[in-house]
Structure formats: C-alpha cells, structure tokens
C-alpha cells in the first residue's frame, strides 16, 4: 500500500457533522493519547476502533480507526478516519488505513455480536506471554479476574488476508480478551471505557506472569478462587460502570498534559 506524504495539519473538520460523531471522535481520540500516555503505542502500528454509532450510520456496519502513518500522540478527533466494513474511506479522509488493522477489526465489528469497540496491543508483556506454549497462567491477582474470559487465535501471519476473519471470529465467540498466540492482546466491549478495563486488566495479568516468571515458579491461583474472582470483577459489568470511572481519569490526566486531541 503506497503511504502519503503526512502534514501537521488535520483533515478537514465537519461543521456539520451529527453530534454522536462528534463525541465518539473526542473518545476515539482521547484514548489513543492514553494508550500513549501508558507506553502501548508501537510505533505508527497497531489500532483501536469504534463503531459509528447507529444514529448516523443508520445501523450499518461503520467505524472509526486511526489515519495510518501517524503516531498516537498525534491523533485527533477530526483526523480520525471514518470507514465501512469494506475498508472504502467515508469521510473524504485523505489519509490512508493500514490494512492489517482493517481486517481484524472488520472481521471483529461485523462477525461479534456487540463488538462496539475493538482494541489491540503488541507490548513487551503482552506478547511475551502470547508466545507461551500455556499462554497466561493462573497465577496472580489480574489473572484470575479473566478465568474462562480469554479467547486464543493461531498466528497465521501478518493479518492482511481476509480469509482469516471467519476463524478469528470462530475462536473469540463470546470471551472479550483475546491472546493472539505469537502476536499480542486484543479485547473488545459493547463500549470504549469497558473494552479498555478488560485490556488493561489482561495486559497487566500478563505484566506480573512475566515479573514472577522471571524469579521462580509460580504459585497457582485455585480454580474456585478464580471463578470466584471473575464472577465478582466489576469493573466489567455496565451495572457498574464497566470501566468508564477508570477512563475518565486516565481523560482527566491527558487534558493536564495536552487537550489537542479534541481538535
């Protein structure tokens, strides 16, 4: 795919644009600046995604992803790409779409049934233990928080095949953390604030498998202590809140450091 020449500017902004758009770009964009914030970012590569909401697409399948050459501490609300399940740009974006990141999420949006938002890492810890022959172990508190939550799908390479979609599909079914075996983490959620809790939960189970499997053996959780632990991990449920107090401090922290991600 031939790349384009990036400016500092942003793509042009929609003084028309339905205000449900509005706000899930200033969201889109604010977590790309936390995930910054938090050291997730591989270098211009990896994504996070949101659908359009139904409101403006009129319930067909649209979403939101970053324009692809620009690192996430340069992503904004108005230079966020909008696009359809085919990958056609809908906005008149002139920035292009990396065509990994629109085959997983795609295939994710349109196969996962209250897939609203899709998000993916490849950090240190995270695929340290997606190289694991036993993936993450139940060993530590975060861990058990995602007993019988946690999907696995086989690396078959860089995902820009669109036959591989249908067999990610197949192997998520309903669990919303993902371990792409010899890849990284992935999660998704029926909102942005929930789908981060569960990523950052499973990122950081994978943090400390990594800091204890590097002094010793690892003292296993007992397996009614973990259905116990993800049975009462709240932090996932809407009736709780699923994540968005979580999000809005990480929002509170990135307007300290630097509020161009409204733009």
């Known amino acids: 795919m031939t790349t384009l020449d990036i400016a500092p500017a942003s793509a042009p902004k929609n003084a028309h644009m339905h205000p449900d758009e509005r706000r899930a770009r200033v969201q889109l964009a604010a977590c790309y600046r936390i995930f910054d914030m938090l050291g997730w970012t591989e270098m211009i590569y990896n994504h996070i995604t949101l659908r359009v909401p139904d409101s403006v697409s009129g319930g067909e399948r649209q979403f939101l992803i970053n324009p692809f050459g620009l690192h996430y501490s340069e992503v904004t609300a108005s230079n966020l790409v909008k696009i359809d399940a085919q990958g056609r740009v809908l906005d008149g974006s002139h920035y292009p779409v990396n065509p990994a990141g629109f085959v997983v999420h795609a295939a994710i949006h349109q196969g996962v049934p209250g897939a609203h938002c899709v998000m993916h890492t490849h950090t240190t810890a995270g695929v340290a233990v997606a190289c694991l022959e036993e993936g993450l172990q139940q060993t530590n508190f975060y861990s058990a928080q995602l007993h019988d939550r946690i999907a696995y799908h086989d690396f078959e390479g860089i995902t820009v095949h669109a036959e591989e979609g249908p067999r990610l599909v197949e192997h998520i079914g ?5 371990i792409l075996r010899n890849h990284g983490l992935l999660a998704w959620g029926a909102t942005l604030p929930q789908t981060f809790a569960i990523l950052w939960t499973l990122n950081r189970a994978c ?19 973990a259905i116990r632990c993800s049975r009462d991990a709240l932090q996932f449920d809407p009736r709780h809140g699923a994540g968005q107090d979580v999000f809005d401090a990480l929002v509170r922290r990135v307007e300290r450091i630097d509020a161009s991600y409204k733009d």
């Open 174 to 178: 309903d669990r919303q953390a993902v």
């Open 207 to 225: 943090e400390i498998q990594m800091a204890t499997f590097s002094m010793g053996r690892a003292r296993p959780v007992p397996e009614d202590v």
